[in-house]
């Protein structure tokens, strides 16, 4: 069974801050797919970044980065320098090559990123 | 294009009546999904479809059906309605291939069960 544990319901920062959301997996596939989801206050669900279990490389695209570590099976998110404009629940989600189609999402951590 | 849309965007049922929420795209993908989002769950899986004329179980299917008569619509039917569906449900789509294609979301339906 797969699995996405974000163990933060929720973190209050002040602008400027650098934070880090935390994402766990779990998945006995050896291809796996995770994907990092944005659900600001509007309330829509906007894809932020995807990454495959062959490529750990981490991944900088301005103020975010991302770190996946398959020896801990954690897939982190970074801001840094937050805004307030980064306020929103964000979402990990797993996918798993072989015949699944779906999408496990985790519970989700709201960010509120305070002036 | 206009991407994913959902109608209606909100609706207020009483218990037991029923009601079809449409998920509509026109980006030509072969996958739907149907997911109801509520207050520190995440997104739960209802229904999937990998083509036209195909429907799945997703993790939480009781209450619900589906169906995907076209390609470009994934209908979500609640028969009779109950307070623990009050929730907000998503539609979504993406393209044939593995996984790693990166799934398209809808706006969303606010559903009020009283």
């Known amino acids: 069974a797969q699995k996405v544990t974000q163990a933060q319901t929720e973190i209050s920062v002040v602008e400027k801050e650098d934070v880090t959301l935390d994402c766990v997996y779990e998945t006995r596939d050896t291809t796996y797919y995770l994907f990092w989801y944005k659900q600001p206050p509007s309330g829509e669900l906007v894809f932020l970044i995807r990454?495959?279990?062959?490529?750990?490389q981490n991944e900088i695209s301005g103020r975010y980065s991302w770190n996946f570590q398959k020896s801990t099976s954690s897939f982190n998110f970074t801001i840094t320098a937050s805004q307030v404009v980064d306020s929103a629940v964000y979402f990990c989600a797993l996918g798993a090559q072989g015949g699944s189609e779906k999408l496990v999402f985790g519970k989700g951590t709201k960010l509120t990123v305070n002036p | 294009n206009a991407g994913v849309t959902q109608t209606p965007k909100f609706r207020v049922l009483k218990t037991g009546q029923s009601m079809t929420l449409l998920c509509a795209q026109d980006?030509?993908?072969?996958?739907m999904y149907w997911y109801r989002q509520d207050p520190g769950m995440g997104l739960r899986l209802i229904h999937y479809?990998?083509?036209?004329?195909?429907?799945a179980k997703g993790e939480v299917p009781d209450g619900y059906n589906v169906s995907r008569l076209k390609k470009q619509n994934f209908l979500l039917g609640l028969e009779s309605a109950a307070p623990s569906q009050t929730s907000v449900y998503f539609c979504?789509?993406?393209?044939?291939?593995?996984?790693?294609?990166?799934?398209?979301f809808g706006p969303g339906t606010r559903l009020t069960v009283l």
């Open positions: 980006m030509n993908h072969e996958y």
């Open positions: 979504a789509s993406r393209p044939q291939g593995s996984i790693y294609n990166e799934q398209f």
């Open positions: 990454r495959n279990s062959f490529d750990e």
């Open positions: 479809s990998v083509g036209e004329g195909t429907t």
